[in-house]
């Protein structure tokens, strides 16, 4: 069974009509493809968007695309060419600008034996999926709530998470059984450099894996590498991180005029497969 939807408003099987090749259920909920090529998933924003501003957006993927993480991407191609199956759908959780889902793509197809894999982004912010789109990130690209995704249970192979916090049970309910979740954790020295201007009584303290009981690791492996970074990109790489709004405005205006020769970046890639529902 490959992808297949389901309506975020009702929870009912979506179809697709032949013409306007649009989304919809029986309840008259549809979903369309914006111009611009991704799916709209979500209702239309009455409020002023949330998320990143233009500038981060910009600055964010430069950043990415200058090469600082590739050692983060070929661990990423490592795992998943020794995990996933040929023609299987592999789906970017809060895939942001599709940075990681277009090096991936791009990493596996220089594999041996091509895998034919299936590729998916989801965001919930708007500016991130239309730059994602605007990048010709590959695959299917989706506008959507993480608290409601628009796929039936048990329909992807492969569930990529990196460096995003994992929120509710979304994610775990579409993964197949017995498929895999890949998620990049920030590990203990993770920008410890930065963290060091933010909390003054910084301490290393253990790693900890704590996710949802249909889950369990099956594997964990440490990857650390260092960076020289200007005190601009280390902004960038500060605003990515879930403790960018403890900075003031004075610990930012000190991190811009310092230059990091050593950033610590310190990550573990939790393997976790779905335990398999056996049937009464």
């Known amino acids: 069974m490959g992808l297949e939807y389901q309506c975020p408003t009702c929870g009912l099987v979506l179809k697709q009509h032949k013409a306007s090749q649009g989304f919809y259920c029986v309840n008259k909920h549809h979903f369309d493809r914006n111009e611009q090529g ?6 239309p924003q009455r409020q002023k968007p949330t998320g990143d501003s233009r500038e981060q957006v910009r600055a964010k993927r430069f950043l990415l695309e200058s090469g600082i993480f590739s050692p983060l991407i070929d661990k990423l191609a490592e795992i ?3 995990s996933i199956t040929p023609d299987a759908c592999l789906l970017d959780y809060e895939c942001a600008q599709g940075f ?6 791009s990493k596996l197809a220089e594999v041996e034996n091509p895998l034919n894999v299936q590729y998916v982004g989801v965001a919930d912010a708007e500016n991130a999926i239309f730059a994602a789109a605007k990048a010709q990130t590959p695959g299917i690209l989706c506008l959507s ?8 249970d048990n329909c992807v192979d492969f569930i990529t998470v990196i460096d995003r916090p994992l929120k509710g049970k979304e994610s775990v309910r579409i993964l197949k059984d017995d498929g895999t979740m890949l ?32 889950l369990s690791v099956k594997d ?19 605003d990515m991180a879930p403790y960018a709004w403890r900075a003031t405005d004075k610990m930012k205006h000190d991190i811009q005029a310092n230059h990091f020769e050593s950033l610590e970046i310190d990550y573990v890639l939790v393997s ?6 056996e049937s009464l």
């Open 100 to 105: 990681f889902l277009r090096a991936l793509a």
């Open 145 to 152: 709530s993480s608290k409601k995704l628009p796929f039936i």
């Open 80 to 82: 998943i060419t020794g």
């Open 38 to 43: 991704y799916w709209v998933f979500t209702k």
């Open 183 to 214: 998620l990049v954790m920030p590990g203990p020295r993770h920008l410890w450099q930065l963290r060091e201007y933010i909390y003054p009584d910084l301490a290393e303290k253990p790693f900890k894996v704590n996710l949802p009981s249909a």
């Open 220 to 238: 964990t492996q440490a990857l650390s590498f260092t960076l020289s970074v200007t005190g601009e990109q280390a902004l960038t790489l500060l």
């Open 272 to 277: 976790a497969h779905k335990r398999v529902v």
